[in-house]
Structure formats: C-alpha cells, structure tokens
C-alpha cells in the first residue's frame, strides 16, 4: 500500500517563526534514534509535556489532514519509511530528523474551533441547503457547492477557528482564504442570523474550492443572496413575502438578496429543478450590486479578486 500525499494549497513556513519554537529536537543523530529507541510524534509529545499530539504536528505543518502532513514529513524532514503502508514514519535515516517543539501553553485547537467546525457541519447538514440553486453572471450555487465545502471540512483540508480576534468588530464569521479558515464568533452561541452568516461564508468557501475567478462583488451577490434562500427556508417563509414591505427591519442590501432569493425559491416551488438564472433584466442585480458597493463593510474590497486558489 502507497502512502498517500497531497500537497497543502498554501504555503507552509518550516519551521514556524511565531511564535518561537522553545527547542528544536532531532530524533535521530548519525542514522542512529536519538534516544536509543524508536520514536514517533506520540513520543516526542509526551516527552515534552504536550498533552495533544495534534498540538505537535500542527505547529510544525500547520496542518492536520493526514495526506498533507505526509506530505510535510516528506519535504522537511524527508521521511521515507511507512511502519503502516498509510502514514510515513519517522527513521533513524530521514536527512532531516528534526522538528520544533512549540512554546509551553500552545494550543493548535481550542474547544470553540471544535465549536466552530460542529456548527459549520450542522448548518451544511440541513435539508434547507439543498432547496434551492442559482446561477449568477460569475458562478452556480447548489448543493454541491456546498458538498464540496463539507468534504474539506471533514477530511480537515478546510481549518475552522472559533477565535474571533481577525474579525471585524460586527462579524459572525468570515472564510478566509488566505488560509484556507473558516471563523465563527462565540461557535458556542447559536442564533438564526448566525446560521444564515454560516451559510453565506460557506459559499464564498465552496467558491474558492471551486476555484471560480471573479470580483469580490461578484462573490458577496452569491453569499447575500444563498444566505437569503436558507433564511427564508429555514423561517418557512412564504413566498408572498414582500422584503421591501411598511415594517420590513433588513438593510437594504439583504432586503435586494431576498427579492432575489424569493424569484429562486419561485422557481424551485414551480417543480423546475435546474438553477434559477438570475440575470439583470428587472434590475433586482443592479441594486444588489450598488447597495453591495456602498456599503462600509464591502466597499473597500468589492473590486478586488475574490480567492479563487482552492483548497
């Protein structure tokens, strides 16, 4: 049995800068274990007082899909052996037996990253998430877009992140694709505003794993008007609803994504199966997109590429 690899979509800086390694440990000196032994991350962790292994390998790799770290251990410690067929192995003859212990209290996942990715899971989970499918001028949202999206989080290609300190002050979440991270305020304190902002990241996730090129604009229309669809679903809705009603409290811009998202729902209701295609004929897109452009938290990145790399 071949061990599987898979190269991490972004770059990995080994060994870490920051925070600084407390030590550097090599396993094995000369072709010989270091100890006398055989060793493994397991090992290496215990030694040093790391309780979670994961805690280990993540600072060297910051990664833990098992393919991806094979990967790593390939490329900077240039591990060969499998004990397993699956997993490379650390040996006493890898040219570079080295890794880097992390400061004393580093934690690589936290109890609200698991919040994190379980609310993530829960929302893509629901039935709503497959009622509906659009087509805009830049991408298709269905539910494979979103299929996809969980595939990564399962298989942890797709990093989640309950630790909200590179959110902006008003935002519930954000996908980051930078690094490929998913970030969910307070994971722990579920709301339906919550669910539909988890939903609306998704999509710009699922766009980037779909390495679809397009402004980020374009993206915001996708997020604002699926985030919309999965509201009205999950609210049960009718589709009679006027966004734009006396009474109505929305933004604008969602009042325009709702209006966009009820013709999608309309057409799903009407028993057609294929993406609704929302094109610019009644200016519905038009006004998402200017409302999109004006506002404070959009405007100063609607021009630019929405992340398009995958994952």
């Known amino acids: 049995m071949a061990v599987k690899i898979r190269k991490p979509a972004k770059p990995i800086s080994f060994p870490l800068k920051f925070p600084k390694a407390r030590a550097s440990y090599s396993y094995a000196v000369a072709g010989k274990w270091a ?20 805690d280990l390998i993540m600072y060297n790799f910051q990664c833990r899909n098992p393919e991806e770290v094979n990967w790593c251990m390939q490329e900077f410690l240039k591990c060969t052996k499998s004990n397993d067929g699956k997993n490379f192995s650390f040996s006493p003859g890898d040219a570079n037996p080295t890794v880097h212990i992390p400061p004393v209290g580093f934690t690589a996942v936290t109890s609200d990253d698991v919040a994190a990715r379980d609310l993530i899971l829960k929302i893509l989970s629901l039935p709503e998430v497959k009622q509906f499918a659009f087509q805009t001028p830049s ?40 690094g490929n991270i998913f970030v969910i305020r307070e994971p722990g304190k579920r709301s339906k505003l919550k669910d539909g902002i ?5 999509t710009h996730a699922g766009l980037d794993v779909a390495k679809k090129k397009m402004l980020t604009l374009e993206a915001e229309v996708c997020g604002y008007v699926a985030e919309a669809a999965f509201s009205l679903l999950v609210n049960k809705v009718p589709l009679t609803f006027n966004p734009f009603a006396l009474g109505v409290k929305m ?61």
């Open 35 to 54: 100890k006398g032994t055989a060793e493994n991350w397991g090992s290496i962790a215990t030694d040093h007082g790391i309780a979670n292994v994961w």
């Open 139 to 178: 991408a298709t949202v269905s539910a494979k877009l979103f299929a996809d999206v969980v595939t990564h989080l399962t298989s942890h290609t797709i990093l989640c992140s309950g630790n909200s300190a590179g959110l902006p002050a008003t935002a519930l979440g954000r996908w980051f694709g930078s």
């Open 198 to 202: 988890v939903l609306h990241e998704a």
């Open 251 to 311: 933004s604008p811009i969602r009042q325009w994504a709702s209006a966009l998202a009820l013709e999608v729902l309309q057409h799903r209701a009407a028993g057609k199966s294929s993406p609704y295609v929302i094109a610019n004929t009644n200016g519905k897109l038009s006004m998402l997109r200017i409302f999109i452009r004006a506002d404070p938290v959009h405007k100063a990145e609607a021009e630019t590429d929405h992340p398009d790399d995958g994952v």
